[in-house]
């Protein structure tokens, strides 16, 4: 499993056509979790990837450990993250083990990637303090551009993996009816869910627009009001007691 988790580190080396999405949404994402979380001290995220959301999260919270199975990854975030003192663990998520408890538990694009995300929702529930959170953001199949792109026929199936989520090692996409879905058989409770930047176009066209920061940033914000629409989803979730 080692070598496999290793063999997709080359999509989080920068030099991809479709880095220009994963800023956007990877320094988004930890921002907005962290204006719903205020008041919380621990976090534990499942996951480097490209080191965005974690170099966000280690500057908000007293306590942050983060799990990933990589050593490439681990060693590329070390590289691109120099600065970033935060406390990584080298594990599957589907061993850890530990007897602390987190205010703040965040799997963000992680669902995507694994053989059973209901397995690793329920196991996590055990990290939880009595109020914590979990909070999910996943990629959205029926995002507007992809929504487009079927219209026009360029896309026969929405819930078709790309060459991009192959590299990136990428087993499903997600809709807001089947996140809920896998929620609830997890045993958690959906507190919020929003979108995470509504994208119109194709990621080549709209780095042909040249679109300015105050742009991108709006479509951030409205994405919020429409999780269904929106190139991820983003869900705070509770434990049902």
Known sequence: MKNKLDSHVGAYQGKNLYDFDNKILLNWYPKRIIELAQGAKSILELGLGHGFSTNVFSKAFERHLVLDGSSAVIENFKKNFSACSVEVKETFFETFETNEKFDVIVLGFILEHVDDPCAILNKYRNFLTTNGKLYLAVPNAEVLNRRLGNLAGLLPDMQSLSDNDILLGHKRYYTVASLKEDIKKSGYKVEKMEGIYLKPLATSQMISLNLSESIIN???????????????????????K
């Open 218 to 240: 709006a479509m951030c914000e409205i994405g919020i009001s429409y999780p269904e629409l929106s190139c991820g989803i983003l869900a705070e979730l509770t434990e049902i």
